[in-house]
T-cell receptor
Framework: ELKVEQNPLFLSMQEGKNYTIYCNYSTTSDRLYWYRQDPGKSLESLFVLLSNGAVKQEGRLMASLDTKARLSTLHITAAVHDLSATYFCAVDPYNNNDMRFGAGTRLTVKP | DTEVTQTPKHLVMGMTNKKSLKCEQHMGHRAMYWYKQKAKKPPELMFVYSYEKLSINESVPSRFSPECPNSSLLNLHLHALQPEDSALYLC??????????????FGSGTQLSVL
């Protein structure tokens, strides 16, 4: 059974600090996705990672993928309040957009 | 137009009602998806349509009936639902299914409550 595990599940951090969210998955997958969801809202695509060693950055967020370790990270640099949201990773092990999501990391950035 | 539009935004229905959720996109995407999301849980895939044909059905109960009338529209027909079916129902689309570098565009969802 495919497992996609995120940690931490809850993260409270202060503005200006750095932190990393981890996403481990249990089966081979060449594709990994990060999404953001604000409370009561839909999902917004952040990153699509397609190969081992892929690194993508957008603003204060940087995502990386290690397919050998079956691990992706989402690094937050100098957090700001606007980053408060739930972040999901998802894998697509069958390469058919049958995405399997992690449980989500609920991030709260405090002043 | 880079939006996926879902209607209605909220729906309350009784267990004997029949209702439909609608989803529309005009981005030329040929793959469309229904996801179910319970509160504080990740989305779970229900159905995938590729070129208007059902390609994935994740063992969803028959009280949920999807329909893809054309490449821009996706419906989810609801009948005899149970209270545990209350959730946020998300529609999504992508250019193609099984295409490299695909990402899903999600609609804002329909919050469904079954009484």
């Amino acid at each position: 059974e495919l497992k996609v595990e995120q940690n931490p599940l809850f993260l409270s951090m202060q503005e200006g600090k750095n932190y990393t969210i981890y996403c481990n998955y249990s089966t081979t997958s060449d594709r990994l996705y990060w999404y953001r969801q604000d409370p009561g809202k839909s999902l917004e695509s952040l990153f699509v990672l397609l190969s081992n060693g892929a690194v993508k950055q957008e603003g204060r967020l940087m995502a990386s993928l290690d397919t050998k370790a079956r691990l992706s990270t989402l690094h937050i640099t100098a957090a700001v309040h606007d980053l408060s949201a739930t972040y999901f990773c998802a894998v697509d092990p069958y390469n058919n957009n049958d995405m399997r999501f992690g449980a989500g990391t609920r991030l709260t950035v405090k002043p | 137009d880079t939006e996926v539009t879902q209607t209605p935004k909220h729906l309350v229905m009784g267990m004997t009602n029949k209702k439909s959720l609608k989803c529309e996109q005009h981005m030329g995407h040929r793959a469309m998806y229904w996801y179910k999301q319970k509160a504080k849980k990740p989305p779970e895939l229900m159905f995938v349509y590729s070129y208007e044909k059902l390609s994935i059905n994740e063992s969803v109960p028959s009280r949920f009936s999807p329909e893809c009338p054309n490449s821009s529209l996706l419906n989810l027909h609801l009948h005899a639902l149970q209270p545990e079916d209350s959730a946020l129902y998300l529609c999504a689309s992508s250019y193609r299914q099984a295409q490299t570098n695909e990402k899903l565009f999600f609609g804002s969802g329909t919050q469904l409550s079954v009484l």
